[in-house]
Every structure is written in structure tokens, then in C-alpha cells.
């Protein structure tokens, strides 16, 4: 049986989950502009920050400031999932809505960090 992993552990895997989610963006953006072109670039990188923002959202509410006790950070995490979300959705808005990127490179780059997402919580919580 392993141990549980510390607040210390999960905190570091918070912070750095971003900044995963940004290097892949930035390889999410390089691959579309050398594949398609210069706004698919930029799409699949815009794809992949919508997720960073929420990511680094939901670490900012969780883990920002204050004391952490069990009933306050549940609370917060409730919190910063909503948060998390209306983030998400108020950048798909902005990206289709407002800059009219193309669909599959903004798909594909927040999918890809979303796979990064879900990798740092398996290695975190075995």
C-alpha cells in the first residue's frame, strides 16, 4: 500500500501542472504552424492556454492565500471549480465568438493539456 501523497506534494503538482500545460502549447502551436499555417498556430496555441488559465485559476483559489484547514479547503475547491470553468467557457466564447479561430486546433491544443492534466493526477495520486 503507498502513502498518501502531502499537501506539500499536491501544492507543487498544482503549480506546476500550468506550466506543463503551457510548454505543451507552445509544441501544440509550433506543430500547427509548421502543419497548416500561421492562424493555426496561433489557434492551437489559444486552445491550449484555456486550459492553463483554468489550471492556474483553480491553483490561485485553492492554494492562494490563507489558512488551510479541511473545511476551507473544500470549500475553496468548490469554489475554484467554478471558477475553473467559467474561465474555460468565457475563453471558447472569446476564441470562436470573438476571434474566429479555426475549431480543430483550439480543440486539439486544450485536449492535449487536458491529457497532461490527467497524466499529473495519476502520477500524484497512485
Not at 498544482?14 to 501544440?28: A, D, E, K, T
Not at 473545511?71 to 471558477?83: D, Q
Request: glycine share 8%; hydrophobic share 60%.
Amino acid at each position: 500500500m503507498t502513502s498518501q501523497p502531502t499537501l506539500t506534494d499536491i501544492r507543487k503538482t498544482v503549480y506546476m501542472l500550468p506550466v506543463w500545460q503551457l510548454l505543451m502549447g507552445v509544441f501544440i502551436g509550433m506543430f500547427f504552424y509548421l502543419l497548416v499555417g500561421k492562424l493555426a498556430g496561433i489557434a492551437g496555441f489559444f486552445g491550449a492556454t484555456i486550459s492553463f488559465a483554468g489550471s492556474i485559476v483553480f491553483a490561485f483559489v485553492v492554494f492562494g492565500f490563507g489558512k488551510q484547514t479541511n473545511e476551507n479547503m473544500m470549500r475553496k475547491m468548490f469554489r475554484s471549480e467554478a471558477f475553473k470553468i467559467l474561465t474555460v467557457a468565457i475563453m471558447f466564447y472569446f476564441a470562436f465568438a470573438k476571434l474566429g479561430l479555426p475549431f480543430l486546433p483550439v480543440i486539439v491544443g486544450f485536449m492535449a493539456t487536458l491529457i497532461i492534466f490527467f497524466v499529473a493526477l495519476l502520477t500524484v495520486f497512485r
